[in-house]
């Protein structure tokens, strides 16, 4: 069964530092999302994106974080300049539409570590 | 605004008893709500949706529009049904899901 797939499985970054976060979503799927999870809080909506631009976006997302489909396969999140609080778990999801009948599938995740 | 609430953090119950994992929800449009499940070590993994009123692993999940409610329920819980489960809420415009706080299942020996 194909899967979203999210590259690296770590990332430890310096406070201050850029990081960019890597996505391959099913190959066949239009909608791409990314989701984040703080250790011991809830999984928070940062970003739905289709056709080339953003679809919706939470209040999290603000000027520091971009999203880009860099070319027909991958899908990269942004941190411009890391704050310690951006350390969490980074969660690529992707989905064939945005009907319910057809959920999002998640990937791994990226667990951010910012020192 | 939508908002999902699973009020229990964790819930422990032996093998063979019955299982019910609350979830509520608040959101003014038509709701459509999953539960995902996380086992251990492993990623997120849709379990079961409200619109294809299914049974997944004997796992069902009722709508109740009164209570903004949708339950997730299992007559006998089996060890390996131990994980993480999530309900979502997906909005109207299908490009944004509202995750509750998780509930841990463990299902004792």
Known sequence: EPEVTQTPSHQVTQMGQEVILRCVPISNHLYFYWYRQILGQKVEFLVSFYNNEISEKSEIF?????????????????????????????????????????????????????? | AQRVTQPEK??????????????????????????????????????LRHISRESIKGFTADLNKGETSF??????????????????????????????GGTRLMVKP
Not at chain 1, 78 to 99: H, N, Q, V, W
């Open chain 1, 62 to 115: 603000d000027d520091q974080f971009s999203v880009e489909r860099p070319d027909g396969s991958n899908f990269t999140l942004k941190i411009r300049s890391t704050k310690l609080e951006d350390s969490a778990m980074y969660f690529c999801a992707s989905s064939p539409t945005g009907a319910p009948t057809q959920p999002q599938h998640f990937g791994d995740g990226t667990r951010l570590s910012i020192l």
């Open chain 2, 10 to 47: 964790l819930l422990s119950v032996f093998k063979g008893a019955p299982v019910e994992l609350k979830c509520n929800y608040s959101y003014s449009g038509s709701p459509e709500l999953f539960w995902y499940v996380q086992y251990s070590r492993q990623r997120l993994q849709l379990l």
């Open chain 2, 71 to 100: 339950h997730l329920k299992k007559p006998f819980a089996q060890e390996e049904d131990s994980a993480m489960y999530y309900c979502a809420l997906l909005n109207n415009a299908g490009n944004m899901l509202t995750f509750g």
